[in-house]
């Protein structure tokens, strides 16, 4: 069992978003695609924003996500970024 939940994990994703707007992550693949995008930059070398001692690449994103260390952006952010 993944420790947090999805459903605890896109609470803490769409705690930004304002009443009425659009959640960011309304499914848990939304969820997957993030954490494993982010698992591979570990792998790659970038620095891990919590302790990931004895932790593998995806347990790390999971936990960076759940501690708001990460942001999953909209399709409008991302293109504003760009």
Not at 30 to 52: F, H
Not at 59 to 75: D, P, T, Y
């Amino acid at each position: 069992m993944l420790h947090p939940s999805y459903s605890d994990l896109m609470k803490v994703v769409n705690s930004e978003v304002e009443p009425g707007e659009a959640p960011v992550v309304n499914s848990r693949y939304s969820i997957v695609m993030a954490t494993s995008k982010r698992a591979r930059q570990l792998i790659a070398g970038e620095d891990a924003l919590v302790d990931d001692e004895g932790k593998k690449p995806l347990s790390v994103a999971v936990e960076e996500l759940n501690q708001g260390k990460i942001k999953i952006l909209s399709e409008d952010e991302a293109q504003s970024e760009k």
